[in-house]
């Protein structure tokens, strides 16, 4: 019988076995061989997750965007739309990571729920999309935390105030991303530390620093609060700046899916990852570029104090900056795993001594690098940057779930994991849809007008750019040698290995891949 025609007794004591079967053997019924080692443990992970969601975190970085089109009723009530969206996003997700938690995560996903006939191609975009998602995702956390470090010494160096220039905020990137480099090549057993000790940052800071705020900041009017809306655009109507005032909200919790990514160095994957996919979701005029120091200075009336809170946000980025190395990392190189990049068989590399994906953790801090040559070119880089960020992730979010609510329309056979959603199962992908095609429209929209080529938006253009890239490599190279992700392993192999393990039989019932 089908684990969806099951009864809940049968499905419970099912679920309940999950987590004393053999993670290898699971991946090899997905068809793939372990080659790295599983350091993360449920704890870990969501400390992991929880860096790199890095929520309120992120709402301090980027609260201009917010402030500029749509303030306080944009980050106040768009606050409640997006995080209502982005839970039904996440479960969504978690529902397919139960079925097959694996670092290829949607791409993996859309091969099993696409129709047959575009499975192929539609596997190739998703897994291109999704790639260079993350790939803006490195870039933009590596960027909050460079031009925070510079809007510090903008705060406390007035001499440099005078003409801070942005080429040195690339410069600190690039040396952001060499510390990363080196963190996940060289000190990799240390990753689960340095994100438990940064998930427990994330926890502490919030508190830490939202009580001065509560009691030393000025007060705003209840009006102000609920009712004011701010529309600096210079051309759009105060509807559509509301729109584009999304981006803070939505970049903010945008990338729970990063834990998933990790999947095959997670112990339990497909009853922890789940878990960690919904549990991680739950001042203009200041020379700095960051709102939040002067907003900690005027609650505080001290240099020092707003340095020192500043501070521990950036300690906080810093350590989800690790963390989304280490995930994107691991994308990449199941998608080389795949044939799906060129260059695909050097990228799949795993160093045998490290035993993590040496030079897929290269490509990523290399395409960062350059990415961060944006800033030199544009005033609003931060906004391109985040826009890109965001945009990629919801479309890979997208796809995916799209292809799930169809095959539920359509009443066809589902292979469920542990996790799923049940008969709510229709309404969250449905209104999880109808929520990220909402904000994929706005996201691409120039801060503000009139548009010029150094307040342009370039978020549209390079995504553009990069779905031309992909289709020509298709016509090129995919269309011939791409079929999806890649079996390493047959099915004789896991019978052998499955003898004698106890609940090995649940394999079979849960995971009919």
């Known amino acids: ?30 068809g793939k061989k372990e080659q790295l080692k599983r350091i993360f443990g449920f704890v870990t992970i969501l400390a992991l997750s929880s860096t790199i969601l890095n929520s309120w975190e992120s709402i301090c970085g980027i609260l201009a965007a917010g402030f500029f089109n749509g303030g306080p009723v944009s980050l106040i009530y768009g606050m409640l739309l997006v995080i209502s969206g982005s839970l039904a996003l996440a479960a969504s997700l978690a529902e397919m990571a139960s079925m097959c938690p694996i670092a290829g995560a949607q791409y993996h996903w859309t091969f ?38 510079q809007g510090l010494m903008i705060f406390n160096y007035p001499s440099y105030a005078a003409d801070p220039k942005r080429w040195h905020a690339t410069l600190l990137m690039w040396a952001v991303m060499l510390i990363c480099y080196v963190v996940n090549v060289f000190a990799v057993k240390l990753l689960p530390i340095i994100e ?64 998933i990514h ?13 878990k960690i996919i919904v549990l991680s979701v739950n001042a203009l005029n200041t020379p700095t570029g960051f709102p939040i120091i002067e907003i900690f200075y005027q609650a505080t009336g001290s240099t020092k104090a707003a340095t020192a809170m500043m501070s521990g946000i950036i300690l906080a980025f810093f350590c989800g900056g690790l963390g989304i190395v280490a995930s994107v990392s691991r994308l990449t190189w199941a998608f080389s795993r795949d044939g799906g990049l060129p260059f695909s068989p050097f990228f799949a ?39 890109l960020t965001t945009l990629a992730l919801y479309f890979s979010y997208l796809i995916p779930i799209s292809l799930l609510l ?19 199962g229709f309404l969250v992908n449905l209104y999880s849809i109808v929520y990220g095609i909402f904000i994929v429209i706005f996201l691409p929209f120039p801060p503000s007008l009139p548009v010029t080529g150094t307040t342009m938006n370039y978020a ?54």
């Open 406 to 424: 169809l095959k539920r329309i359509r009443k066809e056979h589902i292979d469920f994991g542990p996790f799923t959603l049940g008969r709510f």
């Open 196 to 259: 438990l000790l940064g998930g427990i940052l994330h926890l502490v800071l919030l508190v830490a620093l939202l009580v001065p705020l509560v009691v030393l900041a000025p007060r705003s009017t209840n009006e102000f609060v609920w009712t004011e809306l701010v529309n600096q655009s210079g051309g759009y109507s105060d509807g559509v700046s509301w729109c584009i005032g999304l981006l803070t909200a939505a970049y903010s919790f945008s990338g729970f899916d990063g834990a």
């Open 349 to 387: 590399y795993v160093n045998p001594h490290y035993q993590v994906p040496v030079r897929s953790i290269g490509l990523v801090v290399v395409v960062v690098m350059l990415l961060s040559l944006i800033n030199i070119a544009s005033t609003v880089a931060l906004n391109a940057v985040v826009s």
């Open 1 to 30: 019988m089908a684990p969806n025609q099951q009864s809940r007794s049968e499905k419970k004591e099912l679920n309940d076995d999950v987590s004393v079967l053999n993670d290898g053997v699971l991946l090899e019924h997905l």
């Open 262 to 274: 990790m999947s095959e160095e997670v112990r339990h994957a497909a009853t922890a990852v789940p």
């Open 460 to 513: 549209g253009p390079v995504f553009g750019a990069i779905l031309l890239f992909a289709l020509g490599d298709w016509v090129v190279r995919g269309r011939k040698q791409f079929r999806g992700p890649v079996r390493e392993v047959d099915e004789s192999e896991i019978e052998v290995k499955k003898e004698g393990m106890a609940g090995a039989e649940k394999i079979d019932q849960l995971y009919k891949l």
């Open 112 to 149: 099993i729920l696409a129709p047959r006939r575009w499975a192929n191609f539609i596997t190739w975009m998703q897994g291109w999309i999704t790639v260079f998602a993350w790939q803006a995702g490195v870039t933009s956390a590596t960027y909050l935390v460079a031009t925070a470090i």
